[in-house]
Protein backbone atom coordinates (compact mmCIF):
# COMPACT_ATOMS: atom_id res chain seq x y z
CA UNK A 1 0.00 0.00 0.00
CA UNK A 2 1.75 2.87 -0.91
CA UNK A 3 0.77 5.56 1.49
CA UNK A 4 1.91 8.87 0.23
CA UNK A 5 1.02 8.58 -3.04
CA UNK A 6 -2.68 7.53 -2.05
CA UNK A 7 -3.14 10.27 0.89
CA UNK A 8 -1.50 12.69 -2.34
CA UNK A 9 -4.19 11.30 -4.97
CA UNK A 10 -7.26 11.26 -2.30
CA UNK A 11 -6.21 15.19 -1.40
CA UNK A 12 -5.89 16.32 -5.12
CA UNK A 13 -8.83 14.82 -6.20
CA UNK A 14 -10.90 16.20 -3.24
CA UNK A 15 -9.40 19.87 -3.66
CA UNK A 16 -10.70 19.80 -7.61
CA UNK A 17 -14.41 19.01 -6.40
CA UNK A 18 -16.33 22.16 -5.60
CA UNK A 19 -19.35 21.68 -4.11
CA UNK A 20 -21.66 22.48 -6.40
CA UNK A 21 -20.18 19.25 -8.52
CA UNK A 22 -22.05 16.93 -6.02
CA UNK A 23 -24.81 19.04 -5.57
CA UNK A 24 -24.05 20.82 -2.30
CA UNK A 25 -24.70 24.26 -1.31
CA UNK A 26 -21.41 25.82 -0.99
CA UNK A 27 -21.91 28.19 1.87
CA UNK A 28 -20.44 31.23 3.34
CA UNK A 29 -17.53 30.21 5.03
CA UNK A 30 -15.08 28.40 3.05
CA UNK A 31 -11.29 28.94 3.25
CA UNK A 32 -10.15 25.46 1.89
CA UNK A 33 -10.37 24.77 -1.99
CA UNK A 34 -12.37 21.83 -3.29
CA UNK A 35 -14.66 20.04 -0.92
CA UNK A 36 -13.98 19.62 2.77
CA UNK A 37 -12.69 15.98 4.24
CA UNK A 38 -16.11 16.13 6.35
CA UNK A 39 -18.15 16.09 2.72
CA UNK A 40 -16.29 13.42 1.31
CA UNK A 41 -17.07 11.07 4.19
CA UNK A 42 -20.80 12.20 3.86
CA UNK A 43 -20.97 11.08 -0.18
CA UNK A 44 -18.84 7.89 0.69
CA UNK A 45 -21.51 7.05 3.73
CA UNK A 46 -18.17 6.57 6.53
CA UNK A 47 -17.25 8.18 9.52
CA UNK A 48 -15.20 11.80 8.77
CA UNK A 49 -12.82 10.42 11.13
CA UNK A 50 -11.69 7.41 8.82
CA UNK A 51 -11.40 9.43 6.09
CA UNK A 52 -9.35 12.28 7.42
CA UNK A 53 -6.89 9.32 8.92
CA UNK A 54 -6.88 7.51 5.69
CA UNK A 55 -5.89 10.57 3.48
CA UNK A 56 -3.74 11.47 5.84
CA UNK A 57 -1.53 8.31 5.16
CA UNK A 58 -2.37 7.16 8.79
CA UNK A 59 -5.71 4.50 8.67
CA UNK A 60 -5.58 0.79 7.71
CA UNK A 61 -5.81 -0.44 4.23
CA UNK A 62 -9.20 0.63 3.66
CA UNK A 63 -11.27 -2.79 1.71
CA UNK A 64 -12.58 -3.18 -2.04
CA UNK A 65 -16.12 -1.91 -1.22
CA UNK A 66 -14.77 1.17 1.12
CA UNK A 67 -12.68 2.17 -2.22
CA UNK A 68 -15.78 2.14 -4.15
CA UNK A 69 -17.54 4.24 -2.16
CA UNK A 70 -14.36 6.87 -1.69
CA UNK A 71 -14.32 6.25 -5.73
CA UNK A 72 -18.09 7.62 -6.04
CA UNK A 73 -17.83 10.19 -3.39
CA UNK A 74 -14.95 11.76 -6.00
CA UNK A 75 -16.33 11.06 -8.98
CA UNK A 76 -13.47 9.38 -10.20
CA UNK A 77 -13.78 7.87 -13.83
CA UNK A 78 -12.53 4.09 -14.16
CA UNK A 79 -9.00 5.20 -14.97
CA UNK A 80 -8.79 7.21 -11.60
CA UNK A 81 -10.67 4.32 -9.77
CA UNK A 82 -8.16 2.08 -10.90
CA UNK A 83 -5.58 3.84 -10.12
CA UNK A 84 -6.86 4.67 -6.32
CA UNK A 85 -7.60 0.41 -5.71
CA UNK A 86 -3.75 -0.27 -7.24
CA UNK A 87 -2.51 2.88 -4.69
CA UNK A 88 -4.51 1.25 -1.72
CA UNK A 89 -2.66 -2.19 -2.48
CA UNK A 90 -5.55 -4.21 -4.43
CA UNK A 91 -5.78 -5.27 -8.21
CA UNK A 92 -7.71 -3.26 -10.28
CA UNK A 93 -11.78 -4.51 -10.20
CA UNK A 94 -12.85 -5.74 -14.06
CA UNK A 95 -14.54 -3.23 -15.96
CA UNK A 96 -17.37 -5.51 -17.67
CA UNK A 97 -20.59 -4.55 -16.41
CA UNK A 98 -18.91 -3.19 -13.77
CA UNK A 99 -22.45 -2.04 -11.28
CA UNK A 100 -20.43 -0.86 -8.31
CA UNK A 101 -18.57 2.03 -10.51
CA UNK A 102 -20.76 5.11 -11.28
CA UNK A 103 -20.07 6.91 -14.65
CA UNK A 104 -19.13 10.63 -13.36
CA UNK A 105 -20.48 11.96 -15.78
CA UNK A 106 -24.08 10.82 -15.42
CA UNK A 107 -23.40 11.10 -11.08
CA UNK A 108 -22.43 14.85 -11.66
CA UNK A 109 -26.13 15.05 -14.38
CA UNK A 110 -28.14 13.10 -10.95
CA UNK A 111 -26.62 15.45 -8.58
CA UNK A 112 -28.48 18.30 -10.02
CA UNK A 113 -31.33 16.40 -10.29
CA UNK A 114 -31.78 16.21 -6.58
CA UNK A 115 -35.18 17.38 -6.66
CA UNK A 116 -36.49 14.61 -9.71
CA UNK A 117 -37.02 11.41 -9.59
CA UNK A 118 -34.51 9.96 -11.13
CA UNK A 119 -31.89 7.00 -10.90
CA UNK A 120 -28.90 5.09 -12.46
CA UNK A 121 -29.46 1.39 -13.44
CA UNK A 122 -26.53 -1.18 -14.48
CA UNK A 123 -26.95 -3.15 -17.72
CA UNK A 124 -27.87 -5.75 -15.10
CA UNK A 125 -30.73 -3.59 -13.46
CA UNK A 126 -29.08 -2.63 -10.45
CA UNK A 127 -29.94 0.48 -8.80
CA UNK A 128 -26.49 1.79 -8.67
CA UNK A 129 -27.75 5.79 -7.68
CA UNK A 130 -30.46 7.57 -6.62
CA UNK A 131 -31.83 11.23 -6.04
CA UNK A 132 -33.75 12.12 -3.04
CA UNK A 133 -36.54 12.53 -4.92
CA UNK A 134 -36.11 8.98 -6.03
CA UNK A 135 -36.25 7.53 -2.50
CA UNK A 136 -39.34 9.42 -1.27
CA UNK A 137 -41.27 7.79 -4.70
CA UNK A 138 -39.86 4.46 -4.87
CA UNK A 139 -37.87 3.93 -1.61
CA UNK A 140 -34.42 2.92 -0.93
CA UNK A 141 -33.28 0.83 -3.96
CA UNK A 142 -29.45 0.55 -3.55
CA UNK A 143 -28.98 -1.52 -0.25
CA UNK A 144 -29.82 -5.00 -2.08
CA UNK A 145 -26.92 -7.67 -2.15
CA UNK A 146 -26.55 -10.12 -4.73
CA UNK A 147 -29.07 -10.99 -7.36
CA UNK A 148 -31.39 -8.76 -5.32
CA UNK A 149 -29.69 -5.86 -6.40
CA UNK A 150 -31.40 -6.41 -10.07
CA UNK A 151 -34.62 -4.66 -10.81
CA UNK A 152 -34.97 -6.98 -13.36
CA UNK A 153 -34.36 -9.66 -10.91
CA UNK A 154 -37.01 -8.30 -8.07
CA UNK A 155 -39.65 -7.93 -10.90
CA UNK A 156 -40.09 -11.71 -11.72
CA UNK A 157 -38.71 -13.05 -8.47
CA UNK A 158 -40.90 -10.93 -6.05
CA UNK A 159 -43.76 -9.53 -7.84
CA UNK A 160 -44.80 -7.53 -4.72
CA UNK A 161 -41.81 -5.10 -6.15
CA UNK A 162 -44.89 -4.09 -9.12
CA UNK A 163 -46.73 -2.51 -6.72
CA UNK A 164 -45.76 1.12 -7.94
CA UNK A 165 -46.86 0.18 -11.39
CA UNK A 166 -50.58 0.43 -13.17
CA UNK A 167 -51.45 -1.47 -15.81
CA UNK A 168 -50.58 -0.96 -18.52
CA UNK A 169 -46.88 -0.69 -17.34
CA UNK A 170 -47.10 -4.09 -15.74
CA UNK A 171 -46.83 -6.40 -18.60
CA UNK A 172 -44.90 -3.80 -21.03
CA UNK A 173 -41.96 -3.90 -18.24
CA UNK A 174 -41.74 -7.45 -18.43
CA UNK A 175 -41.47 -7.83 -22.14
CA UNK A 176 -39.02 -4.59 -21.64
CA UNK A 177 -36.91 -6.10 -19.05
CA UNK A 178 -36.67 -9.42 -20.47
CA UNK A 179 -35.35 -8.00 -23.79
CA UNK A 180 -32.59 -5.57 -22.09
CA UNK A 181 -31.59 -8.68 -19.80
CA UNK A 182 -31.26 -10.46 -23.72
CA UNK A 183 -29.40 -7.22 -25.00
CA UNK A 184 -26.87 -7.43 -22.26
CA UNK A 185 -26.06 -10.99 -22.17
CA UNK A 186 -25.32 -10.84 -25.78
CA UNK A 187 -22.62 -8.00 -24.79
CA UNK A 188 -21.08 -9.72 -21.75
CA UNK A 189 -21.72 -13.23 -22.65
CA UNK A 190 -22.86 -16.77 -20.59
CA UNK A 191 -20.29 -15.92 -17.65
CA UNK A 192 -21.50 -12.77 -16.98
CA UNK A 193 -24.21 -11.58 -13.87
CA UNK A 194 -26.84 -11.05 -16.34
CA UNK A 195 -26.39 -14.29 -17.59
CA UNK A 196 -26.24 -15.77 -14.07
CA UNK A 197 -29.49 -13.78 -13.56
CA UNK A 198 -31.60 -15.39 -16.50
CA UNK A 199 -30.15 -18.68 -15.28
CA UNK A 200 -31.89 -18.24 -12.28
CA UNK A 201 -35.19 -17.11 -13.45
CA UNK A 202 -35.80 -19.48 -15.88
CA UNK A 203 -35.69 -21.90 -13.14
CA UNK A 204 -37.68 -19.89 -10.78
CA UNK A 205 -40.76 -17.41 -13.22
CA UNK A 206 -42.48 -19.16 -16.14
CA UNK A 207 -43.64 -15.94 -16.83
CA UNK A 208 -39.73 -14.98 -17.54
CA UNK A 209 -39.35 -18.32 -19.57
CA UNK A 210 -42.21 -17.68 -21.57
CA UNK A 211 -41.25 -14.06 -22.47
CA UNK A 212 -37.61 -15.47 -23.12
CA UNK A 213 -38.39 -17.90 -25.38
CA UNK A 214 -40.49 -15.18 -27.78
CA UNK A 215 -36.77 -13.88 -28.54
CA UNK A 216 -38.20 -9.85 -28.60
CA UNK A 217 -34.82 -7.74 -29.22
CA UNK A 218 -36.08 -4.77 -29.22
CA UNK A 219 -39.42 -3.67 -27.13
CA UNK A 220 -40.80 -0.11 -27.80
CA UNK A 221 -42.49 1.49 -24.76
CA UNK A 222 -43.99 4.43 -23.88
CA UNK A 223 -42.51 7.75 -22.75
CA UNK A 224 -45.46 8.42 -20.64
CA UNK A 225 -45.88 5.96 -17.40
CA UNK A 226 -48.71 5.51 -14.67
CA UNK A 227 -47.89 4.71 -10.95
CA UNK A 228 -49.92 3.97 -8.48
CA UNK A 229 -48.44 5.16 -5.00
CA UNK A 230 -49.62 4.72 -1.85
CA UNK A 231 -49.12 7.58 0.20
CA UNK A 232 -50.65 10.28 -3.02
CA UNK A 233 -52.23 7.54 -5.34
CA UNK A 234 -52.22 8.08 -8.88
CA UNK A 235 -49.70 9.63 -11.20
CA UNK A 236 -48.33 10.15 -14.67
CA UNK A 237 -44.99 10.32 -15.66
CA UNK A 238 -42.67 10.86 -18.31
CA UNK A 239 -40.12 8.81 -18.90
CA UNK A 240 -36.54 9.62 -20.37
CA UNK A 241 -34.08 6.74 -20.79
CA UNK A 242 -30.05 8.30 -21.49
CA UNK A 243 -27.15 6.13 -21.66
CA UNK A 244 -23.59 6.61 -20.52
CA UNK A 245 -21.06 6.43 -23.49
CA UNK A 246 -19.99 3.02 -22.74
CA UNK A 247 -23.64 2.01 -22.46
CA UNK A 248 -22.80 0.23 -19.06
CA UNK A 249 -25.42 2.85 -17.17
CA UNK A 250 -28.59 4.37 -18.00
CA UNK A 251 -29.95 7.09 -16.22
CA UNK A 252 -33.72 7.32 -15.89
CA UNK A 253 -35.55 10.57 -15.52
CA UNK A 254 -39.28 10.82 -14.40
CA UNK A 255 -40.88 14.41 -14.84
CA UNK A 256 -44.40 15.63 -14.45
CA UNK A 257 -46.22 18.09 -16.73
CA UNK A 258 -45.78 21.73 -15.17
CA UNK A 259 -49.23 22.66 -12.88
CA UNK A 260 -50.29 19.36 -12.95
CA UNK A 261 -51.80 17.03 -10.60
CA UNK A 262 -48.93 14.69 -11.11
CA UNK A 263 -46.67 17.41 -10.52
CA UNK A 264 -48.58 18.19 -7.25
CA UNK A 265 -47.83 15.43 -6.25
CA UNK A 266 -44.33 14.31 -6.75
CA UNK A 267 -44.27 18.43 -4.89
CA UNK A 268 -45.70 16.38 -2.29
CA UNK A 269 -43.74 13.35 -2.02
CA UNK A 270 -40.67 15.17 -1.66
CA UNK A 271 -41.86 17.03 1.20
CA UNK A 272 -42.54 13.81 2.86
CA UNK A 273 -39.23 12.37 2.17
CA UNK A 274 -37.78 15.09 3.45
CA UNK A 275 -39.60 14.73 6.49
CA UNK A 276 -38.93 10.72 6.90
CA UNK A 277 -35.11 11.32 6.55
CA UNK A 278 -34.84 14.17 8.82
CA UNK A 279 -33.65 12.78 12.15
CA UNK A 280 -34.92 15.27 14.43
CA UNK A 281 -38.70 13.88 13.84
Known amino acids: ME??????????RREALQPEDVGMPRGRRRRTPGLRREEVAALASMSADYYSRLEGGRGPQPSVDMLGAIARALRLTLEERD??????????????????????????ILDRLQDTPALLLSRCGEVVAQTPAHVAFAGELTNFQGMERSEYYRWFAHPESRAL???????????????MLRTAVTIDGPKSICASIV?????????????WDAHEVVVAHSRTKRFRHPSVGELELY???IQSR??????????????????????LLAVLGSQTLDPAR
Do not use: W
Open 199 to 211: RALQKLSPEFVAI
Open 239 to 241: CEL
Open 165 to 179: YAEPELSMNSRLFVS
Open 3 to 12: YADLSDFLRK
Open 246 to 267: DQQQTLIVFTAEPGSESAEKLE
Open 83 to 108: HLFLLAGHGTPPRTTAPHHVDPGMLR
